[in-house]
């Protein structure tokens, strides 16, 4: 069994098992804490900088980032003094100047009681969480995207922003961004995502498209199924058994 801590979130003794973040110890004892690049499934990151906390730990007080910080015996953690406050809002600005529009980011900064960025840079909308380039190397094995450029030009893309090799149009990317700036279509048996066609798999009995041909064969290749395990979709596979 883990070794258990103890520490304090905002005056409340909360136990939480060594190694565990701040930001999951809070989260589990239902203690609110905003964040945007945080995701069970995925290795912590600290990129949106939202879940600042201040820490005091053996007399020393600092801010660091909840989601990547690991809770201590004895750590005293404060979630909204007027300092973490101030530096959550100029996140926010920063945040809000990448994208101005998406409903959970004007709901976090209205809660910091800011309507607009006193910043007036756009690009585009994403906000570089890193939950799409985590997703894809993390979870689908690939790592077909990945951060390009530093500072103010900084961007998720396929390498030299070409065609992705490696990529098998999953979506898994499209499905994770939080502020849904990852576009992904499908017409005519086709799915269209990071600028690039990929052909779908037809299903053999009903004829409906259901999947890119790229993505089952990768799936085939790791779980070794056979040839024709994916010559129909899920719906039909099941009745023909
Ligand atoms: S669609 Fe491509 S880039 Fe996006 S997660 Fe899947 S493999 Fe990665």
Not at 104 to 115: K, N, T
Request: net charge neutral.
């Amino acid at each position: 069994m883990a070794d258990m801590v103890t520490l304090t979130i905002d005056g409340r003794r909360v136990t939480a098992a060594a190694g565990t973040t701040i930001l999951d110890a809070a989260l589990d004892a239902n203690i609110e804490i905003p964040n945007l690049c945080s995701n069970d499934e995925l290795h912590p990151y600290g990129a949106c900088r939202l879940c600042m906390v201040e820490i005091t730990h053996k007399k020393r007080q600092r801010l660091v980032v909840s989601c990547i910080h690991e809770v201590a015996e004895g750590l005293d953690v404060k979630t909204s003094t007027e300092r973490v406050l101030n530096v959550r809002r100029l996140v926010m600005h920063l945040l809000l100047s990448r994208n101005s529009t998406h409903p959970r980011l004007r709901e976090l900064a209205a809660e910091l009681g800011i309507e607009r960025s006193m910043f007036t840079v756009d690009f585009k909308g994403c906000i570089l969480c890193g939950q799409c380039v985590r997703v894809c190397r993390e979870v689908v094995g690939v790592a077909a995207i990945g951060f390009e450029s530093r500072g103010d030009t900084r961007a998720v893309a396929t390498p030299f922003n070409e065609a992705p090799a490696d990529c098998i149009a999953c979506g898994s990317c499209h499905y994770i961004c939080p502020v849904g700036v990852i576009p992904m279509e499908e017409q005519d048996g086709v799915r269209r995502i990071w600028k690039t066609d990929f052909p779908m798999a037809k299903c053999t009995i009903c004829g409906k498209y259901f999947a890119p041909v790229k993505q089952l064969e990768y799936f085939r290749k790791i779980a070794n199924l056979p040839e024709d395990h994916f010559d129909t979709c899920v719906d039909c596979r099941s009745t023909k058994k």
